[in-house]
């Protein structure tokens, strides 16, 4: 990969990181369902005002229909089980789990999309479901049942993030007219789209409104327009330069800049054995991702 793939790279990593702690702060004040829409009804405001202050033309080269689709398994499904996961995870839990999505991605490719394993790919594997088994029986998780939902939540929408990398490639970077920024715009309409009546039904819902604190608002803003918006145009444009698997070892980035952001901003703590499992999934996605010679 080039250097300036490399840079996006880790850019991605510490701003993806600190998705799970603004979903921290602010999932106790808006709720899973309102976080998980205001993130994504933000990014499109976001790519939208860009875009328009760009004069970038929005040519979706008849794929608008695949692009939503995308953006409901890429963003819109995923973020909403990332936010029910806040409610009973740190920071640090949702960030390690994230990195099992390069796993996820060997699997689906290997199942749905023909893709060609090898055998340290498939350790790597092995080793991801043992990562996760160390974390979600800490002593931590015991203590509260709730947290083996948040983790299979987690799992859950790595799952999603694995089958979008291969789909967006099938469906959309064939055409290489698409600009990245048109295609997370794109996305970021259909997650908002699939997550409008759910956010409808909660506010019907709800007995009163109350308005969220500076510190919640200012978390949704970075949510959406930082994380979510800039990071999707980051994203679109290294699945189109260096591949879905290439790309997804940003999943190495991530899991760090969360547990530092965790532990500045909210002041959270990991144990011996939640830290033993985040270096067993880092060394499983190392296996599943190292380079391979090819005949």
Known sequence: MRIQDWIRLFLLGAIWGASFLFMRIAVPQLGAIGTAFWRVLLASIGLSVLLLFLKAPIHFEGKWRPILL???????LPFLLYCFAAQWLPT???????????????????LFFHEQTHRWQWTGV?????????????????????TIVGCLMCLGATACYGLAGFLTRQWINQDRNLDPKTVALGSQIGATLFLLPFFAYTVIAQDKFTWPSATVGLSVLLLGLICTAWAYIIFFKLLRDIGPLNTLTVTFLIPPFGIIW??????????????????????????????????
């Open 92 to 110: 640090g839990y949702s960030s390690i789990l994230n990195a099992t999505t390069p796993l996820m991605g060997i699997l689906i490719g290997f």
């Open 262 to 295: 965790g532990y500045l901003f909210l002041n959270e703590t990991i144990s011996l054995t939640f830290f033993t499992g985040g270096i067993l999934i880092c060394l499983a996605v190392f296996l599943v991702t190292r380079p391979t010679q090819r005949a």
């Open 126 to 146: 092995l080793l991801g479901l043992i990562s996760i088994i160390v974390i979600s029986t800490s002593n931590e998780i015991k203590q509260d049942p709730r």
């Open 70 to 76: 995308i953006g409901v398994i890429n963003s819109g």
